[in-house]
Nanobody, 120 residues
Framework: QVQLVESGGGLVQAGGSLRLSCAAS????????TAWFRQAPGKEREFVAA??????RYAESVNGRFNISRDNDKNTVYLEMNSLKFDDTAVYYC???????????????WGQGTQVTVSS
């Protein structure tokens, strides 16, 4: 089992920045691909970014603005979000799974989510 706890969400003005953190505990975290998804009100959960031994991948909507990183010593994954837009408003979820994928069904472990609200 892997337990994931997100933090760092909040209210920010458009154009601003936030850094989300996802602290992991449990089984060997380093073996897993880690990813961020988000879900806006009334919409399906969507892929944001993932990080594995193959590297990083991003959704087109955030590419160039967001950066995913991980500190294996701290068992923590980060999502640095810059140039935030109103459309980035959502609950952001951290996930871990065996393969790098944009499909949420590929991820076995999920955090509880953290709210990010961007004011226009």
């Amino acid at each position: 089992q892997v337990q994931l706890v997100e933090s760092g969400g909040g209210l920010v003005q458009a154009g601003g920045s936030l850094r989300l953190s996802c602290a992991a505990s449990g089984r060997t975290f380093n073996r897993y691909t880690t990813a961020w998804f988000r879900q806006a009100p009334g919409k399906e959960r969507e892929f944001v970014a993932a990080m594995s031994w193959r590297g990083q991948r991003y959704a087109e909507s955030v590419n160039g603005r967001f950066n995913i990183s991980r500190d294996n010593d701290k068992n923590t994954v980060y999502l640095e979000m810059n140039s935030l837009k109103f459309d980035d408003t959502a609950v952001y979820y951290c996930a871990a799974g065996p393969s790098s994928s944009q499909d949420l069904r590929s991820y076995d472990y999920w955090g509880q989510g953290t709210q990010v609200t961007v004011s226009s």
